[in-house]
Structures are given as C-alpha cells and as structure tokens.
C-alpha cells in the first residue's frame, strides 16, 4: 500500500484535478449537458492512451535520445517548479471558444495529461514497479473523471475561487516534487 501512495501522491498532484475543474468548467460553460458529457469522455480517454503511449515508449525515447533518468528527473524537475510557479504567479489562464472539439486538445492534453503529469510518470515508472504505477494512473483517471463531472457542482459548493485556491495549494505541492525530482537527479550525477 505504500508504494501505491508513492505513486499516487505525485501523479494525483501532477494532474490536479481540482485545478482541472475550473478550466474544464470555462471551456464548456456553453455547452449543453450531452456535448459536456461528449467532451469529457473524449478528455480521458485521450489522457489515458497519451499517458499509456508515454509510459511505455519512454525507456525507447530515453535510448534514441541518449538521455538518463537522472537527466530526465532534473529536466523534469525543473519543468515543473517551473509550472507552478507560473501557475501560482498567473491567476488568469487564457480561454478557448466553446466547441466540442476541445476534449483531445486543450482538456484531455495538456490540461490533464500535461508535462507535470508525463514527467512524473516517467520518474514514477523508473522507481516503483509497474503494476503500482498502473494502478495508481487509473484511480487518478477515476479520480479526475468523477471531479470533472461533477465539476458544476462543485462550483456551487465552493465557488470557483474555492476551486483556484485549492489549486494553488497543489501548485505548492507540485513545486516541491519539482525539487525532489533535480534533488534526486543530482544526487544520481554526481554519485553523492
């Protein structure tokens, strides 16, 4: 069960759902309740076959490009204290005009399956065994499905300033992966 969480943790960070919602609710703030519906399935769907397709083509990319998992975990690391910054640092995200071609791009990549989220499976991958990793990136899908889908909701609830501080507390989080990530990384270069 730990090493689920080790993988849970980080990914659910990464693709944070919470800061998901706001932007999924903006992009289809138009849209009837069926193409909402359309949207967010083509959104996961597409999250998980981009995920998939990283995850295990990523030792290949790492060979070709003759890249280490330690580079990777620096560059990885410094991509995504470099994402939540920005996003702690930009309140305003630009907006898309509605249409129910969004769920593959913006929704489903990189709004959910973005850099942070590929960058942390990818490490993930080179440190926890796989079946861990599989199982913690579908209850994130789960997760992010019922929180997108109930995501009307939840503006009713909280607001959807609720929503953004919510989410600028995960982009903490996010930051401070970021700096175990380089940490982590440079302790494997310099063989510290």
Not at 97 to 108: D, L, R, W
Not at 122 to 130: E, T
Not at 168 to 181: E, H, N, P, W
Request: hydrophobic content about 60%; glycine content about 8%.
């Amino acid at each position: 069960m730990e090493i689920f969480l080790l993988c849970f943790i980080p990914l659910f960070v990464a693709l944070d759902p919470v800061g998901v919602m706001p932007l999924f609710l903006g992009l289809t703030h138009d849209m009837p309740r069926r193409d909402r519906q359309k949207v967010l399935n083509q959104s996961v769907v597409t999250a998980v076959i981009v995920s998939l397709l990283f995850l295990f083509a990523g030792n290949w990319i790492f060979k070709i490009l003759g890249i280490t998992l330690a580079d990777f975990q620096v560059a990885g690391g410094i991509l995504l204290m470099v994402l939540a910054i920005v996003d702690l640092v930009n309140p305003t995200k630009p907006e898309r005009q509605p249409n129910t071609n969004i769920g593959v791009v913006p929704i489903g990549v990189p709004l959910i399956m973005g850099p942070a989220a590929l960058t942390t499976l990818l490490v993930l991958g080179k440190l926890y065994p796989f079946h861990w990793l599989i199982l913690a990136l579908l209850v994130n899908m789960i997760l992010i499905t019922a929180a997108l889908y109930y995501s009307s909701l939840t503006e009713k609830l909280v607001g959807i300033n609720g929503m953004q501080a919510v989410s600028k507390i995960i982009s903490l989080f996010l930051a401070a992966i970021g700096v175990m990530f380089i940490r982590v990384g440079l302790r494997t270069i310099f063989n510290i």
